[in-house]
């Protein structure tokens, strides 16, 4: 049975920082491409960030110098650090695995003075 479970949502204010994370099982975590979405209240859910494996990484245009993914493969957790978030950032965050139906119940974050 797969789960995944995100953390470390909550409010931050803007220019603040904030991390996620997701831990995973059920998974040969290593094997697998981990991603974050998020969505927004009125909005469909998007694309915010992918790890690869290996180091590679890839970003929306929105968040790209702003957020950064890494992964503990040893921990099956994904992370997403939010550095200098924006109002538009607020979300429900969702970490999948990428090319399943597998995704994790999402941790809301506010940003807001």
């Known amino acids: 049975q797969v789960q995944l479970v995100e953390s470390g949502g909550g409010l931050v204010q803007p220019g603040g920082s904030l991390r996620l994370s997701c831990a995973a099982s059920?998974?040969?975590?290593?094997?697998?491409?981990m991603e974050w979405y998020r969505q927004a209240p009125g909005k469909q859910r998007e694309f915010v960030a992918i790890?690869?494996?290996?180091?590679?990484?890839a970003y929306a245009d929105s968040v790209k110098g702003r957020f950064t993914i890494s992964r503990d493969n040893a921990k099956s957790t994904v992370y997403l650090q939010m550095n200098s978030p924006k109002p538009e950032d607020t979300a429900v965050y969702y970490c999948?695995?990428?090319?399943?139906?597998?995704w994790g119940q999402g941790t809301q974050v506010t940003v807001s003075s």
């Open positions: 059920g998974i040969i975590f290593s094997f697998n491409q």
């Open positions: 999948h695995v990428r090319g399943s139906d597998y």
């Open positions: 790890s690869y494996g290996g180091g590679s990484t």
